[in-house]
């Protein structure tokens, strides 16, 4: 109970001051949706990132009309599936694998925990409850990281916090490996495709160079680990 002195107040990015009760409270609401999903321990991990080598990855995938990235990573051939994803990660390989299915005015009232919305509706972050947000904050930046702009959702990352708020099991590391493959001049998940490389390359007997570029994770992987922290601390206090 040392922390409780700490803090009493906290700032979300252009809100107004909340009281540590209702970040904790909300915090411990998402870590029951997380560990129902089976990502909590996903959220929580890190790995030492190799750019050259995830640039590399990125630069020979094959074109693919399946679920699979077939790649060449220091003259070996790398095969990323869905069920290598789950297994690297720990987490399950089932559920949806789009969002099809989930109309987008219904996606808006879970997400703005409000009965009655307009379908038409503009939303930002800033317009999501608490809860909502920082589910948001995962999706773009680690489920399915995208480029530009991350206060204003696609009706994808609605959804995808609609299904992790009414607990619709979502197929993540199928959506991974589709959402890696979306983007031939982007390169996401770093973090993920490097524990790939170095356990792929290790069961061909090949070590990663010693002089091998390396970096830590970045600042924002950084910074969402210390919000899992939170979550981890918090959760042994109050559930």
């Known amino acids: 109970m040392r922390y409780n002195a700490h803090f009493s107040s906290v700032k979300l990015h252009m809100e107004k001051w909340l009281s540590r ?9 998402v870590i029951t949706w997380f560990n129902a999903m089976g990502w909590f321990d996903y959220i929580c991990s890190s790995h030492t990132i190799y750019p ?9 995938l094959e074109p693919a009309t399946t679920c699979v990235a077939n790649s060449f990573v220091l003259g ?20 949806i694998t789009n969002f099809h299915d989930i109309g987008k005015t219904e996606a808006l009232g879970i997400c703005l925990e409000q009965p009655n919305v307009n379908p ?55 959506l991974i490996v589709n959402h890696l493959l979306s983007r031939p001049n982007h390169t996401p998940y ?35 680990c210390i919000i899992m922290f939170f979550l ?8």
């Open 21 to 29: 009760d209702i970040l904790v409270s909300n915090l411990a609401v």
């Open 190 to 224: 770093p973090m993920l495709l490097s524990r790939i490389l170095s356990t792929v390359l290790a069961s061909f007997n090949i070590d990663i160079p010693d002089d091998e570029q390396s970096v830590k994770p970045s600042i924002l992987s950084l910074y969402i």
């Open 120 to 174: 038409i509706m503009n939303v930002t972050s800033g317009n999501l409850p608490i809860t909502s947000r920082l589910i948001l904050l995962l999706v773009t930046n680690t489920f399915l990281p995208k480029e530009g702009s991350h206060t204003l959702p696609s009706e994808r990352d609605l959804k995808f916090v609609a299904c992790v708020k009414n607990g619709t099991q979502i197929n993540l590391p199928y």
């Open 232 to 239: 981890l601390y918090f959760r042994t206090l109050y559930l």
């Open 76 to 95: 070996t051939p790398i095969c990323i599936t869905p069920d290598l994803v789950a297994e690297t990660l720990g987490i399950p390989n089932e559920g």
């Open 52 to 60: 050259r080598l995830v640039k590399m990855f990125y630069a020979n």
